[in-house]
């Protein structure tokens, strides 16, 4: 218990230290157009700079996140039998998988998971 208190303490006040240090040391450039002007082979820049983005890219990312999330939560579920009630790990386990179950249907439904390329 100790260890963990004073481990705990030595990263918070090396945490601390490095916060407090890094402004002092950070490079001291000053701001000038041609730093922060895009750099396209000397040219100056033609159009806009920013992309179009597509919201079914971010979706597809959003959900492959929950599913990780969802996969990182299901990974203990192997260890808790061991050292709980069988029917309450049983019960907890497939109420998990059920609200997983039925959020991938519903967002299929949705039609969240279609990755096709619109013209």
């Known amino acids: 218990m100790e260890f963990l208190l004073i481990s705990g303490l030595v990263a918070f006040l090396f945490i601390g230290v490095?916060?407090?240090?890094?402004p002092l040391l950070g490079s001291k450039q000053l701001s000038e157009y041609e730093k922060n002007s895009p750099f396209e082979c000397g040219f100056d820049p033609v159009g806009m700079g920013r992309l179009n983005f597509s919201v079914r890219f971010f979706l597809i990312a959003v959900i492959f996140l929950i599913f990780d999330v969802e996969i990182a939560l299901l990974l203990?579920?192997?260890?808790?039998?061991?050292?709980?009630n069988y029917i309450i790990w049983g019960g907890l386990s497939a109420l998990f998988l059920l609200i997983l179950s039925l959020g991938t249907f519903y967002e299929w439904q949705e039609g969240a998971l279609d990755w096709k390329i619109l013209q």
Do not use: A
Not at 18 to 22: E, Q, T
Not at 76 to 84: E, G, Q, R, T
């Open 18 to 22: 490095m916060l407090s240090v890094s």
């Open 76 to 84: 203990p579920l192997m260890v808790i039998p061991h050292c709980s």
